[in-house]
């Protein structure tokens, strides 16, 4: 979920929450692979920078905390658009 403040501002700023499930897969030089799994909520903060009408600079930044204690974040960067 996404909540935000409304388009007609140059500069939005929104919050997130949400459920993740990401898999991971790591290859072993001996043929084999291994991986680990983490699902749990997810918490984030973001902002949106309009530069036209229709076109939009996205900065996101969100973490993952699996009930295991471990940790993933993600700091994302985009061009984005309306139609």
Do not use: C, H, W
């Not at 996404?2 to 949400?18: A, C, E, K, S």
């Not at 897969?25 to 699902?39: H, L, M, P, R």
């Amino acid at each position: 979920f996404r909540g935000q403040f409304p388009n007609t501002m140059p500069v939005r700023p929104y919050g997130l929450i949400g459920a993740t499930y990401v898999e991971t897969t790591e290859k072993s030089t001996f043929g084999g692979s291994d991986g680990e799994n983490y699902k749990d909520l997810s918490l984030g903060l973001g902002v949106d920078f309009t530069i036209t009408k229709t076109l939009f600079i996205n900065l996101e930044y969100m973490r993952v905390v699996d009930r295991s204690g471990d940790e993933i974040t993600n700091l994302g960067l985009g061009l984005n658009g309306r139609f």
